[in-house]
């Protein structure tokens, strides 16, 4: 099982980002799977959820409103989009793949800085 996110991201703030994350070895349809980040100096995040099969998505309070998660079966790939981005959002983002209740494999993070 590997999931492999894009690369680091510099963005102005108002801009907006799209994060992948290309998963293989399993049955892409079959996990939901996790959009967390972890600003520095803090802990995990929990953005909210996908489930490719479907598209069902559920967003953390905090960000209703604000993401968009997409799933490609077709590339069995998840995207977080974030617009209007703020200095805040600076963070690592990490997708993890959802299995009985628990976090088991995790991409290597994407790094998004939000700078001016």
Known sequence: VQLV???????????SV??????????????????VRQAPGQGLEW???IHPEDGETSYAQKFQGRLTFTADTSTSTVYVELPSLRSEDTAVYYCVRIATMARDYWGQGTQVTVSS
């Open 5 to 15: 996110q894009s690369g680091a991201e510099l963005r102005n703030p108002g801009a």
């Open 18 to 35: 799209k994060v992948s994350c290309k998963t293989s070895g399993y049955t892409f349809t079959s996990y939901y799977i996790d959009w």
């Open 47 to 49: 953005m909210g959820r």
